[in-house]
């Protein structure tokens, strides 16, 4: 595998499910990134981690909640969505915290019932 | 981070350069330009980027005004593949990354 990785691609789940985003980066960057892309709007930046610590929570609400338990991985844990969260949920990677070369992942499609 | 304006829609035919304009006169001395464009229904994709000089890669050429006011993305020989919606983003080189609408670039045959 090269680049960022993210599973599953598509996601479909009910307000009461529990569900996670798993992303993985194999370019031995140190900052990671959760963005959501809704529907006709610019991405939106959600969370920031370098070298494993949050550095950033973009106003975001607490049932998306991130994890990184290592440079290479990171996870949004999912639980009592509403519809209005589905959305394409990219993660990106960089070799420091800032845009300067964001990788991206392919995304994941989440629909919320 | 400063703000910028680009047109929503260009189109371009195949095989010519693609000029993408951005404003961004409100940009500060220390502020980078970074382009990005994203494919439909895939993750962003970084092109280039520059602080004053302009700059050239494998896929494209930044020129930036003298007063940094504004700046163009070209893409010398525009193909079908090129079609997405492209990114100006100026930045300090912190993490608080603003996308906003992009120019949805239509390269045609």
């Known amino acids: 595998e090269t680049g960022v990785t993210q599973t599953p691609r598509h996601l479909v789940m009910g307000m009461t499910n529990k569900k996670s985003l798993k992303c993985e980066q194999h370019?031995?960057?140190?900052?990671m990134y959760w963005y959501k892309q809704s529907a006709k709007k610019p991405l939106e930046l959600m969370f920031v981690y370098s070298l494993e610590e949050r550095v950033e929570n973009n106003s975001v609400p607490s049932r998306f909640s991130p994890e990184c338990p290592n440079s290479s991985h990171l996870f949004l844990h999912l639980h009592t969505l509403q519809p209005e969260d589905s959305a394409l949920y990219l993660c990106?990677?960089?070799?420091?915290?800032?845009?300067?070369?964001?990788?991206f992942g392919p995304g994941t499609r989440l629909t919320v019932t | 981070d400063a703000k910028t304006t680009q047109p929503p829609s260009m189109d371009c035919a195949e095989g010519r350069a693609a000029n993408l304009p951005c404003n961004h006169s409100?940009?500060?001395?220390?502020?980078?330009v970074y382009w990005y464009r994203q494919i439909h229904s895939q993750g962003p994709q970084y092109i280039i980027h520059g602080l004053k000089n302009n700059e050239t890669n494998e896929m494209a050429s930044l020129i930036i005004t003298e007063d940094r006011k504004s700046s163009t993305l070209i893409l010398p020989h525009a193909t079908l593949r090129d079609t997405a919606v492209y990114y100006c983003?100026?930045?300090?080189?912190?993490?608080?990354?603003?996308f906003g609408a992009g120019t949805r670039l239509f390269v045609k045959a």
């Open positions: 983003i100026v930045n300090t080189g912190g993490f608080k990354t603003i």
């Open positions: 370019l031995g960057h140190n900052a």
């Open positions: 409100t940009i500060s001395g220390n502020e980078y």
């Open positions: 990106a990677s960089s070799q420091a915290t800032g845009i300067y070369e964001q990788y």
